[in-house]
């Protein structure tokens, strides 16, 4: 091997060891509890899986003009959106409410023409007919 070579691949390492610390980091695989083979595969194959999906995302994102975001940002942007039920249980009562719903999720919201959590939150509390439940 000449010395260019030997050089490219050298300077090559870093990127191997930026893969491994990505994998071990934001795939979250540093420690997987699963013993059988399948089960770890399809943990990983999971996890990849979700990894892309948030890229696509933050590709998306910054491509609308938003800054990029770390893959952990990200999830906690989308994960942190809820839609909670609250009861008030002698009344038999029940009313949802959308939580959490960020400008990112309403721009993939309208990118990928998913359906406004708002939207549904809203119809599913419409079609409860309060006042019959109160007399």
Not at 56 to 76: C, V
Not at 104 to 125: G, K, M, R, S
Request: proline share 4%.
């Amino acid at each position: 091997m000449d010395d260019n070579e030997l050089l490219t691949r050298y300077r090559g390492r870093n990127d191997i060891e930026m893969s491994y610390r990505f994998l071990k980091g934001a795939l979250d695989l540093n420690q997987i509890f699963l013993r059988k083979p399948s089960r770890v595969d399809a943990y990983c194959y999971l996890k990849v899986l979700a990894m892309f999906v948030l890229s696509l995302a933050n590709w998306f994102l910054a491509r609308e003009g938003k800054k990029k975001m770390t893959p952990q940002k990200l999830q906690e942007i989308l994960g942190n959106t809820t839609i909670v039920e609250q009861r008030l249980d002698p009344f038999g009562l029940r009313h949802w409410e959308g939580t959490n719903i960020t400008e990112p999720i309403h721009i993939l919201i309208d990118l990928f023409h998913l359906p406004d959590p708002v939207a549904i939150v809203e119809a599913i509390n419409a079609a409860i007919d309060y006042h019959q439940i109160l007399n």
